[in-house]
């Protein structure tokens, strides 16, 4: 099992980023996907989850209606598009499938700052 997670940078408040996880090693169509974060000093975060088809997803309140999550199951790769970008948001950002898998990639990092 392998993810590899790009897309981050340094960007403005107000910003958008679109991150992108390609992973492999499994049948990447039968699995939930998530996005997690984690900030220096803090426990890792669940920020978006999809289902196996795309058809449903979940965000929690802190980033509800600014972050989408997506993906080709075609290219065994999801999305996370991040709008509205806040200080806050700052974080290494991995990807996983749901049950989580013990291999976690690099992650990406997005810094949102001015």
């Known amino acids: 099992v392998q993810f590899v997670e790009s897309g981050g940078g340094l960007v403005q408040p107000g910003g958008s980023l679109r991150l992108s996880c390609a992973a492999s090693?499994?049948?990447?169509?039968?699995?939930?996907m998530t996005w997690y974060r984690q900030a220096p000093g803090k426990e890792r975060e669940s920020v978006a989850f999809i289902s196996s088809t795309g058809g449903y997803t979940n965000y929690p309140d802190s980033v509800k209606g600014r972050f989408t999550i997506s993906r080709d199951n075609a290219k065994n790769t999801v999305y996370l598009q991040m709008n509205s970008l806040k200080p806050e948001d700052t974080a290494v950002y991995y990807c996983?499938?749901?049950?989580?898998?013990?291999?976690w990639g690099q992650g990406t990092q997005v810094t949102v700052s001015s």
């Open positions: 090693g499994f049948t990447f169509s039968s699995y939930t």
């Open positions: 996983n499938r749901i049950p989580l898998s013990q291999y």
